[in-house]
């Protein structure tokens, strides 16, 4: 069965503004799989941005801690990233995978935070 991920929800926002992305999973038994969300920036490496794992437990990154919030339903095989308080360093690609799959990185989605 192939495995398929794909984001979606970016958009340009202002400055203190909120987005909601979701992270679409098929191919593989997600109810078991813990998740997770990054980010690129322009010339910047890849940053883990927070976690969830398959109990739900969550973990953020500090720089997002208390204004992003992870979440997944398992019914819809569906993780979610709500990002409150949007800052112009929050500007990136935004992607979702298991942090198992080392090399993965699907589409992204681009999410830009003007000041």
């Known amino acids: 069965q192939v495995q398929l991920i794909v984001e979606s929800g970016g958009g340009l926002v202002q400055s203190g503004g909120s987005l909601r992305l979701s992270c679409e999973v098929s191919g593989l038994s997600f109810s078991l799989h813990d998740f997770a969300w990054y980010r690129q920036a322009p010339g910047k490496e890849h940053e883990l941005v927070a976690s969830?794992?398959?109990?739900?437990?969550?973990s953020y990154a500090d720089s997002v801690k208390d204004r992003f919030t992870i979440s997944r339903n398992n019914a819809k095989s569906t993780v979610f990233l709500q990002m409150d308080s949007l800052k112009p360093e929050d500007t990136a690609v935004y992607y979702c995978k298991p942090p198992s799959w080392i090399r993965y990185w699907g589409q992204g989605t681009q999410v830009t935070v003007s000041s």
């Open positions: 969830i794992n398959s109990d739900a437990i969550t």
